[in-house]
T-cell receptor, first 113, second 110 residues
Framework: DSGVTQTPKHLITATGQRVTLRCSPR?????VYWYQQSLDQGLQFLIQ???????AKGNILERFSAQQFPDLHSELNLSSLELGDSALYFC????????????FGPGTRLLVL | TQLLEQSPQFLSIQEGENLTVYCNSS?????LQWYRQEPGEGPVLLVT?????EVKKLKRLTFQFGDARKDSSLHITAAQPGDTGLYLC??????????FGAGTILRVKS
């Protein structure tokens, strides 16, 4: 158990819909990262927040957005969903958001039908 | 095209055998990490290598970072069924953005 929690564990929805994935970092960690893992693209960095502020952006689509709240939990919003958005979405956290260890949550498996 | 190329993509071996997984790139990374991921779980960090030529050992696992900091290898001695999983290498760029390889699926049969 990494100490990072993600909800829901599984999500099935239809194309065109919008979903919200939630992540609670480890106690004391200020930085949250979001990743997408699919069979064809592998594990890809989407976005990072540190203490409520966006710190780094990766391959995140414009249809996707994220935020980190004052209590440090984070949400990833996926809208206008397409079949290709089906993937595992991981949240990770670290203390300061530098090169220290990132602890990954168990992931949310999203299936878009 | 993957920035980090991992090979082999899949490895099935008998318990007690040795194996090496490679992670290669044409880019230089400030550091390189190795993760292991089991089904239904997130990746777990095994090691971070920072210095070119660095070698780190973790029990039966030996990690090496290339002199030019563009490649790395993971060697497992006397593999055990508990080593089964997906092994991912990840390079750090632009500060702390991680770029992951496609992974090597390792299956160790008893």
């Amino acid at each position: 158990d990494s100490g990072v929690t993600q909800t829901p564990k599984h999500l099935i929805t239809a194309t065109g819909q919008r979903v919200t994935l939630r992540c609670s970092p480890r106690s004391g960690d200020l930085s949250v990262y979001w990743y997408q893992q699919s069979l064809d693209q592998g594990l890809q960095f989407l976005i990072q927040y540190y203490n409520g502020e966006e710190r780094a952006k990766g391959n995140i689509l414009e249809r996707f957005s994220a935020q980190q709240f004052p209590d440090l939990h984070s949400e990833l919003n996926l809208s206008s969903l397409e079949l290709g958005d089906s993937a595992l979405y991981f949240c990770a956290s670290s203390v300061y958001g530098g090169l220290e260890t990132q602890y990954f949550g168990p992931g949310t498996r999203l299936l878009v039908l | 095209t993957q920035l980090l190329e991992q090979s082999p993509q899949f490895l099935s071996i008998q318990e007690g055998e040795n194996l090496t997984v490679y992670c290669n790139s044409s880019s230089v990374f400030s550091s390189l990490q190795w993760y292991r991921q089991e089904p239904g779980e997130g990746p777990v960090l095994l090691v971070t290598v920072v210095t070119g030529g660095e070698v780190k050992k973790l029990k039966r696992l030996t990690f090496q970072f290339g002199d030019a900091r563009k490649d790395s290898s993971l060697h497992i001695t006397a593999a055990q069924p508990g080593d089964t999983g997906l092994y991912l290498c990840a390079g750090a760029r632009d500060g702390n953005k991680l770029v992951f390889g496609a992974g090597t699926i390792l299956r160790v049969k008893s």
